[in-house]
């Protein structure tokens, strides 16, 4: 029977439903019968003898006889059965591929990122999002290394790319692939030179083994059929999905994305994001996206950050995001005009809210400050 499997044979743990917990005392002359139902079951754990003296004390002996003050087993009951019916599931971050530790990077006097700290989670696609200006290209040159913070580290695979020997830093660049936003690729070259490209400067592949891995690339990204064709003859959609062929061609196990949708209308941007995300299933890859989409964040998205003001506002799992009730992810994730983002960026960013804990901006600020042309980097 059922019963006796579930005795002597139990299964593996698994994470239990919301509103179940499981005894770890679990005797057939302590449960009786068992009634159907998890939340039955639930509850049947918490008769008199299923979780051992505690239990028996309050349900079966005089008040006080254990030693605890009167009141107190039944209490403690009655805050295990709210404790089963208001449970749910806590999310847990998968381990970290990139930790960003603490990260500070100023051109002059003016600072673009102010001590900026999360992991991105390994197999995941995590997208940073933010108004213009707020330092998100900054951010991602910063993690493969074109450009020195001056201050905190980046850990890729647990390895610094902060204050490390130039070789070393080539070297943990080969973890990754990038697909820059206008795709970058060389105009003078077809699609197939350029998706080859990689290959023939970073390995001793022959050609027979070239052309079998950019085929690979190109069928994943639906390219095949137009490989001869130069990056002008083409649209700006096939230069995109040309481009993420190239990042791939390495099998790296990051790819950062640079704004990829823009410049594509909104179908060819639907069509980008199914490819990425079955680009991702497929490699198993590590996806980092700067973008403005949200639309496109809530479809590829497994992780969001915002930036604003130099600061990071907040990071987390997309459903968590979504709920937070911070002003500012509020209000970007909305697309409204009305909250603490306002027009001008640099304008927002040269105010002293700047100066706010980089785990939250705090208070909403409202922005009320003269508007004047916007020249900060995004």
């Given amino acids: 029977m059922t019963w006796r499997r579930r005795r002597f044979e139990p299964e593996p743990?698994?994470?239990?439903?919301?509103?179940?917990?499981?005894?770890?005392?679990?005797?057939?002359?302590?449960?009786?019968?068992?009634?159907?139902?998890?939340?039955?079951?639930?509850?049947?754990?918490?008769?008199?003898?299923?979780?051992?003296?505690?239990?028996?004390?309050?349900?079966?002996?005089?008040?006080?006889?254990?030693?605890?003050?009167?009141?107190?087993?039944?209490?403690?009951?009655?805050?295990?059965?709210?404790?089963?019916?208001?449970?749910?599931?806590?999310?847990?971050?998968?381990?970290?591929?990139?930790?960003?530790?603490?990260?500070?990077?100023?051109?002059?006097?003016?600072?673009?990122?102010?001590?900026i700290s999360f992991d991105v989670p390994r197999g995941k696609t995590t997208a940073v999002l933010g108004p213009s200006g707020t330092g998100k290209s900054v951010l991602l040159k910063v993690i493969i290394g074109l450009l020195k913070p001056e201050a905190g580290q980046i850990l890729v695979d647990g390895e610094p790319i902060v204050g490390v020997r130039e070789r070393d830093v080539y070297r943990i660049r080969r973890k990754f692939g990038v697909l820059f936003q206008d795709g970058a690729l060389f105009g003078s070259m077809s699609l197939y030179d350029n998706i080859a490209f990689p290959l023939r400067e970073h390995t001793h592949k022959t050609e027979r083994e070239i052309r079998a891995t950019v085929l690979q690339k190109a069928e994943l990204v639906g390219l095949v059929a137009h490989l001869h064709k130069l990056p002008g003859e083409v649209s700006g959609g096939m230069r995109k999905r040309a481009g993420l062929a190239r990042a791939l061609v390495l099998d790296p196990e990051i790819i950062l994305f640079d704004e990829p949708d823009s410049g594509l209308d909104p179908v060819r941007v639907a069509y980008?994001?199914?490819?990425?995300?079955?680009?991702?299933?497929?490699?198993?890859?590590?996806?980092?996206?700067?973008?403005?989409?949200?639309?496109?964040?809530?479809?590829?998205?497994?992780?969001?950050?915002?930036?604003?003001?130099?600061?990071?506002?907040?990071?987390?799992?997309?459903?968590?995001?979504?709920?937070?009730?911070?002003?500012?992810?509020?209000?970007?994730?909305?697309?409204?005009?009305?909250?603490?983002?306002?027009?001008?960026?640099?304008?927002?960013?040269?105010?002293?809210?700047?100066?706010?804990?980089?785990?939250?901006?705090?208070?909403?600020?409202?922005?009320t400050l003269p508007l004047r042309a916007a020249a900060g980097r995004s």
């Fill in 13 to 115: 743990a698994t994470a239990a439903e919301p509103g179940t917990i499981e005894s770890s005392a679990e005797t057939p002359a302590s449960r009786g019968p068992r009634p159907p139902g998890p939340l039955a079951d639930a509850l049947a754990d918490l008769q008199p003898g299923a979780n051992g003296p505690a239990d028996q004390a309050g349900a079966g002996e005089a008040p006080g006889a254990g030693g605890d003050p009167p009141g107190t087993a039944s209490r403690a009951d009655s805050e295990r059965s709210s404790h089963v019916r208001t449970t749910t599931p806590t999310l847990v971050q998968p381990p970290a591929i990139i930790s960003i530790q603490g990260v500070t990077k100023r051109f002059g006097s003016h600072t673009v990122l102010q001590d």
């Fill in 272 to 367: 980008l994001d199914e490819l990425v995300n079955t680009a991702q299933q497929e490699t198993g890859a590590t996806f980092f996206v700067i973008t403005h989409n949200i639309e496109s964040v809530m479809r590829t998205a497994h992780y969001i950050g915002l930036l604003f003001r130099s600061r990071l506002v907040a990071f987390g799992p997309k459903e968590q995001m979504v709920a937070d009730p911070n002003p500012i992810v509020q209000q970007f994730l909305a697309g409204r005009a009305e909250g603490p983002i306002g027009m001008d960026e640099m304008a927002d960013a040269d105010t002293p809210s700047t100066q706010g804990p980089s785990s939250g901006v705090g208070s909403p600020v409202t922005a």
